[in-house]
């Protein structure tokens, strides 16, 4: 039994996608700088590449900017344009939910000149867009507020918040790797200035995505070099890579509803089951406004670590947060910033789905879970038995 659970933190390439990159490694193998026909081949796959993850986001192609993926748009956007704007002012606001590639970026603007604001968010995990217009300061250069988050999957009001920048004159990021390809992104209107994007989240290959950075905006390079990616990220292109991704933004955009309501249909089983079969448990996020793929539970006096590993060991793949949480001992940010205590915290456990999860899938975890909950609570010393 192998059962994958875990795709807010990566997913499988899909084939098709696969297909699309292999001829790049091969007979289409060029430079896109050279001038001569192998070049041109390339060059002619990145910009057909650029036009077709431009269009998810209705941005227009000289705005995509491709990266390695997601941290690396969050390092950008938010120090370059925090040091490019220098003269202008010296405030960040942000919010205590996000990745640790903002939060982790903006703690070094912090340690090196810079203000921060982190907001809280609400127990559902909401940022409040009247909390940003109060933030907002003479000095305030750039607003960074997730679209959804990787943990709990609650969608943000970004729309609501990139109106208030947009009046205020502050620069707005969001890191949109949980949503782009699953929520439908209008950058225009939702007012975005900056938009990080990573392509294995969403069925394409890792170590490719973009930053949308809005035409006039004032934003230092992130890597000198060639000049490639309009001057503002040198290096030779991932043309693979690239076509990948755009082949999974293709394929995200084609199918977005189809995926959405057979991941909701599947995780709102998931949901009702478990909290029928388990006492003392809850869901995390918000009830509506969360990622269709997206459960996120707690579990009275567990750790959360000890409930993977029993699932692994069962072949479900699950995770307690985020991934990269996962290598120490702290409790989530995320779940402590909605209101949870420490020790409710570690009781945590994801649940992401995807295209190719099954009914067959869910029915197995509710059948195995609700006991191995029972047998670990039986071991520890918080647990008083069934109440
Ligand atoms: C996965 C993730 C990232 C990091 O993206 P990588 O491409 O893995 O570097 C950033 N932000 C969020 C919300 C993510 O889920």
């Not at 997913?11 to 007979?27: G, Q, R, S």
């Not at 956007?77 to 220098?86: L, S, V």
């Not at 990787?150 to 990021?173: A, D, L, S, W």
């Amino acid at each position: 039994m192998k059962i994958y659970l875990d795709h807010a933190a990566t997913t499988a390439v899909d084939k098709e996608v696969i297909k699309a990159m292999l001829p790049y490694f091969d007979d289409k193998f060029g430079n896109a700088s050279s001038l001569h026909q192998f070049g041109q081949e390339a060059k002619e796959a990145l910009e057909k590449s650029r036009e077709t993850v431009a269009k998810l986001i209705n941005a227009d192609p000289r705005e995509i900017i491709f990266t390695s993926g997601g941290t690396e748009s969050d390092n950008w956007a938010i120090k370059k344009i925090a040091f490019t704007n220098e003269d202008k002012g010296n405030h960040i606001i942000t919010s205590r939910i996000e990745h640790h590639a903002v939060l982790e970026s903006c703690e070094f603007l912090g340690k090196n000149g810079f203000k921060v604001t982190y907001l809280p968010v609400d127990r559902y995990g909401r940022v409040n867009p009247e909390d940003v217009k109060k933030a907002i300061t003479k000095s305030t250069v750039l607003v960074t507020i997730m679209h959804a988050n990787n943990e709990i999957g609650t969608i943000e009001p970004i729309e609501e918040i990139g109106k208030i920048c947009k009046e205020k004159g502050v620069y707005f990021h969001t890191d949109a790797v949980q949503t782009v390809g699953k929520v439908p992104i209008d950058v225009k209107k939702m007012n975005v200035d900056l938009l990080s994007c990573s392509s294995h989240k969403l069925y394409g290959p890792k170590g490719v995505g973009f930053l949308y950075v809005k035409k006039g905006t004032k934003i230092a390079p992130m890597i000198h070099g060639g000049g490639h990616e309009f001057c503002l990220r040198s290096g030779t292109e991932n043309i693979a890579g690239i076509a990948g991704f755009a082949k999974a933004c293709e394929l995200a955009q084609k199918n977005m509803e189809k995926w959405n309501s057979h991941e909701k249909k599947l995780r709102d089983k998931l949901v009702k089951g478990v909290l029928e079969r388990i006492p003392e448990s809850w869901l995390n996020g918000h009830p509506e406004k969360r990622l269709e793929g997206n459960a996120n539970f707690c579990f009275k006096c567990i750790e959360g670590e000890s409930l993977i590993l029993h699932l692994d060991d069962k072949g479900v793949a699950a995770s307690t947060g985020s991934a990269c949480s996962t290598k120490e001992l702290k409790p989530s940010h995320v779940l402590t910033a909605i209101g949870l205590s420490p020790v409710d915290a570690h009781g945590s456990l994801r649940l992401t789905l995807g295209k190719d999860s099954t009914e067959k899938e869910i029915d197995y975890v509710l059948g195995v879970l609700p006991g191995i909950v029972a047998d670990l609570r039986k071991i520890s010393p918080l647990w008083k038995g069934d109440r």
